[in-house]
C-alpha cells in the first residue's frame, strides 16, 4: 500500500493507557497512531482494558486490543507504580501477534509495556522504538521520596533499590532501542549523560491539533455555560490533581491571590473530580472552596474554550516529561505560570508570556500568579506569540517526523 510518504509501515502501539483516558500520554498515543493510519500506516494499538469499552476496537481506522491488569491487591503488595498487564506476556512467545509489525513503539522507558517493547526486540527481531519520557534520576527520586517521608517512614532502602532499577535496567531498556523519541532538548540531554547513542536520539516535540487553535472562541462562550461574570479573573489548571504537579500548593496559593485580586476564580478541568474536592477540602480555605469551579474533563473545542476564557494556566509540578497543556494555553494566547520542567524550558520566556515558579513555593505561587493577573501585558505576550507555537508544535509535523524516522530506519535495514 502506498502512503503519503511512500509505503505502508505495520506498527505496533504498546501503551499502558489509551483514551477514554485522558492525560498527557493517552492524547500522544492516539494522536500520534491515528495520524499514522490516516497517512496510510496499518496500526494497532495493545494497552489496559477499559470498562467502558469493549476488549477488541475497531475505532477511526486503528484496532485496539485491550489487557487486564495485574490484580489491584498484587499491584498494592508489589507496590508497583505502574500499570501490568500480565497477558502482553503473550506477544513475547509463539502467540500469534496483532499484526506482523515493522515497528514497535512504546512510551515511558520505565513502564512494563516498555519490557514488553524491548523484549519483542530480542526475541521477535522487530525493530523497537521509545518515546522514554525520562528526568535526571534525582528528579525521579523526589517523588518516591515525598511519598515515603508524608507516610512517616524512611525510604533510604526504597531510594537505593529504585536508583539501582533506574540505573540499570530502566537505562538499560532505553540503550536497547533502535530509535529514541524525546519531547524536548532537556530530555535529550538526559538521554546523552546517560550514554544513549545520540545517533538513535530524534527529538520530536509534542503537538497540538492546530485546526482547534487557528481561531479561538469568544472567551464569553465558557464563562456564559458556567455562569462566571464576565470580568472574574480565572486561574486555570488542566490534568490530574496530584502532589506531583503541585495542585496542593495551587489551592493554598489561591488564598493569597483571591485577597489581592478580589474577583477571581480557580477553575479545574481534570476527570478526576472527586479527588479534586478531596484535596480541597484538605488544602482550601473556605474562601478559595467558595470560589473554585471544577469541569470534568473536557476535549477539542470545548477545552479551547475554557483555555480563552482564562487570565493564566498553572501547571507548578515538580517535573514534566513535556506538558502539553503548556503548549495548548500559549497556542490560546494564554500566559503560563509554570516550574521549568518539561517543554516550559523550550518555550516559556520569563517575565514575557508567562513566569517561572519553584516547586512548592506558594508564597512565590501566589506572586507569580497575581503579577500575571494584574498586569495585561503578559497576555499581550502570550497572543502575539501564538503563530510560532502553531508553527512549531503542529501535530502533522509530529506525526510526519515519527513517519520520516521509521522509513529512515527500515531504508537502513534493508527491508
Not at 469493549?54 to 508489589?78: C, K, N, S, W
Not at 458556567?226 to 486561574?235: H, M, N, P, T
Not at 488544602?283 to 477539542?300: A, C, E, H, N, Y
Not at 494555553?329 to 518555550?347: K, M
Request: charged share 25%.
Amino acid at each position: 500500500m502506498t502512503t503519503k510518504g511512500g509505503y505502508s509501515v505495520r506498527i505496533l502501539f504498546i501503551a499502558h493507557r489509551f483514551p477514554p483516558y485522558t492525560g498527557g500520554t493517552p492524547g500522544r498515543v492516539y494522536r500520534i497512531s491515528r495520524g499514522l493510519s490516516l497517512r496510510g500506516h496499518e496500526v494497532v494499538v495493545c494497552t489496559s482494558t477499559h470498562p467502558r469499552v469493549p476488549r477488541i476496537q475497531e475505532t477511526e481506522g486503528l484496532r485496539v486490543e485491550r489487557y487486564d491488569l495485574l490484580h489491584p491487591a498484587i499491584a498494592r503488595f508489589m507496590k508497583s507504580p505502574y500499570y501490568i498487564m500480565p497477558g502482553m506476556i503473550g506477544l513475547l512467545g509463539k502467540r500469534k501477534e496483532p499484526l506482523a509489525a515493522d515497528i514497535v513503539q512504546t512510551f515511558n522507558f520505565l513502564s512494563y509495556v516498555s519490557f514488553i517493547g524491548a523484549g519483542m526486540k530480542l526475541l521477535r527481531k522487530r525493530i523497537f522504538a521509545l518515546s522514554p519520557i525520562i528526568m535526571h534520576h534525582s528528579e525521579f527520586l523526589q517523588e518516591f521520596r515525598s511519598i515515603y517521608e508524608r507516610k512517616g517512614t524512611k525510604a533510604f532502602l526504597s531510594d537505593q533499590l529504585l536508583t539501582a532499577y533506574f540505573l540499570t535496567f530502566g537505562v538499560g531498556i532505553v540503550k536497547c532501542a533502535d530509535l529514541v523519541f524525546p519531547q524536548t532538548r532537556m530530555e535529550k540531554n538526559v538521554l546523552v549523560d546517560y550514554g544513549v547513542d545520540p545517533d538513535k536520539i530524534k527529538v520530536v516535540p509534542g503537538g497540538v491539533s492546530v485546526e482547534y487553535y487557528r481561531k479561538p472562541p469568544d472567551p464569553s462562550s465558557f464563562k456564559e455555560e458556567y455562569a462566571i461574570d464576565s470580568d472574574e479573573k480565572l486561574v486555570l489548571f488542566v490534568g490530574e490533581p496530584t502532589l506531583w504537579k503541585g495542585t496542593h500548593h495551587v489551592m493554598l496559593a489561591m488564598r493569597e491571590v483571591l485577597e489581592k485580586v478580589g474577583k477571581a476564580r480557580l477553575v479545574f478541568v481534570s476527570a478526576s473530580v472527586d479527588k479534586v474536592y478531596r484535596q480541597l477540602k484538605r488544602f482550601g480555605s473556605s474562601s478559595v472552596r467558595s470560589r473554585i469551579l471544577v469541569t470534568g474533563p473536557l476535549v477539542g473545542e470545548r477545552l479551547v474554550s475554557a483555555y480563552s476564557a482564562a487570565d493564566a494556566l498553572i501547571l507548578p509540578s515538580r517535573g514534566e516529561g513535556f506538558g502539553t497543556v503548556i503548549v495548548e494555553a500559549l497556542a490560546s494566547g494564554l500566559p503560563v505560570v509554570s516550574t521549568r520542567t518539561g517543554v516550559a524550558r523550550d518555550i516559556l520566556i520569563h517575565g514575557k508570556n508567562g513566569l517561572f515558579v519553584k516547586y512548592g513555593k506558594v508564597r512565590q505561587i501566589s506572586e507569580a500568579i497575581i503579577r500575571v493577573l494584574s498586569d495585561e501585558t503578559f497576555k499581550m505576550e502570550a497572543k502575539r506569540d501564538r503563530q510560532s507555537i502553531l508553527e512549531s508544535y503542529d501535530s502533522e509535523r509530529e506525526i510526519e517526523s515519527y513517519e520520516r524516522a521509521y522509513y529512515d530506519i527500515i531504508g537502513q535495514r534493508g527491508w
